[in-house]
């Protein structure tokens, strides 16, 4: 336990000293906060011509303007988390410091979850920037919180999963922008496999549209906690920390 | 013929059975440890092993397979057949034991250019388990020692080439471990630091025990007690140094520059008479200027010239302005010890087993055999 805090402050350490962790907060704000405005801003003109035309249809913040919005960070997060993984394993092992933790006395698991933990935490912390627009709307609005907390819990649990899978494409390269592009090619492929859904129905698209994370997102930007979709992403947590494992093992008889 | 036949195979048998005794006081053992990678055998079968204190010096030419042996006994790399233990624990079914008990410097200092010195020495005690006031103090205590004080507060990645080695000497002995295990520890050191860091190793030697890496032959003399030379992943020799010193200069080469006496040299007659000198082999011109030439003379097997070979310049009526013995090159020791003498590594072969598990019996042999001007 104590090794893996130790791994985890030393990643988190090695992000904010670097201009990589600022740079993706800066990055993610700034798409996030464009996404807000425009999403608020169609709002308040829609509600206008309401008004305007004297419609009865009820506005409803978290229906118009929080679940779109989360669904769009789940796409968003798609493209920043081969950023936040990319150096985990494939840096230490191109400056040799993999020789260090490796000889240290810390289980393999340990430091994969210790770099695991530290790189979910950046993830929560371009989630806070997020947060800080939904804030907004709690000053001027009277949105329901509940459904907004579980599309946060979503969000971790999906970004998790493709954290975990970034992971281990890290341990396979000792390149940096090998395991940075092979990881959002992966990121887009569980995206775009919901796809298929659209215009077929058959077993090998159900399959597909199974394994995108995108689709297992939707009820939880709903606000509704099913469980086959938790167990989809703890399931893809394990299996891409599993792996990692693995692959530390055999980089050990590889290397 | 019988008789050796016999206490041979009664080594053998003790080798392979060790007492309880000397099991104890091995620090590390290694038994038929083979390293293959896809193409090429880095470490054939070597066997050997380090009695508690020493110093052990790991001497083998580029490639000879020394950072490979040392990755298995740190745990990094497993074994492809063949054991090894450290401080009794082995190093695949025990590796958390192992790693708990070493400090290990690897060939390039594992450092994360992004941390300052101190925080990184922080970093790597807390993982080897220091913690609190113990922490603090042994930070302190390595940065004395190897000298990084002074670039406390520096990014690791903006350090020079010496100060990132003493950085990564100072985290192997930050936990102090047991075993020490240092992949060319002086690479890239300056001649002070160089010193100081052999110093340091001496002083840690007694209750640590240490291998060190190297291809540079003074150093181990300098440093270490035992050696054990390696090529192409076997395992040359073990022995003492001073018995190694023994053998490399049973045979000497050397250099003297002659100047004659007012008036011009005439090298080939130098030369010649050099050659008259007993026990020389061979002479050669290495460069020649007005006044004087350079010469290096080779002796042969068993024959000490040098003192000879002064009194015959002298006598002759030239000046001697220098005269040193050549050292002897690794390459050398190596053909000595591998090439045509078999006998010669025959000879060498059969101490060696005893020596690093009878470090008493070697010394005695071994200061026998050394030089007395040494
Ligand atoms: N990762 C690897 N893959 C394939 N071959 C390797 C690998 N590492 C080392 N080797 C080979 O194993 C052999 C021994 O290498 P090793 O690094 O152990 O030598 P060394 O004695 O440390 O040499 P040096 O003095 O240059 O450091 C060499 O022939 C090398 O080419
Ligand atoms: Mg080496």
Redesign the pocket.
Known sequence: MRNIWIICRKELKSYFSSPIAYLLLTMFALIFGFFFWNAVGFFVVEGAEMQMTGQMGTMNINDQIIRPLLDNASVLGLFFIPMITMRLFAEEKRTGTIELLATSPVRDIEIILGKWFAALALYACLLLCSALNFAFLFRYGNPDWKPLAIGYLGLLLQAGGLLALGTFISTLTRNQIIAGAATFGLCLMLWVFAWVSGYDSATWATVLAYLSVVTHFNFFGEGVIHSKDAVFYLTVIFLGLFFTARSMESLRWR? | MQAVNAARHLRAVDNLLPTQSNFLSQMITVQDLTRK??H?T?VDHISFSVAKGQIVGFL?????????TMRMLTCFLPPTSGTAAVAGFDVLEQSLEVRKHIGYLP?TPPLYPEMETAEYLRFVGRLKGLKGVELDKRVDYVCGRCAVADVKKKLLGKLSKGYRQRVGLAQAILHNPDVLILD?PTAGLDPKQINETRDLIKDLAGEHTIIL?T?ILPEVEQTCEHVIIINKGRVVATDSVANLQGRARDRETVVLEVAGRGAPLDPARVQQRLQRVAGVAQVRIKNQRNASAVFEAESRRGEMVRGDLARAVIESGWDLNELRPEAMSLEEIFLQLTGSDSAAAAAGKQPSEEAASAPQAAKESGAAAKEPQR
């Open positions: 290397s | 990678y896809a090429t880095a083998g030419p580029n490639g000879a397979g020394k950072t490979t060939e060319e890496s291809h």
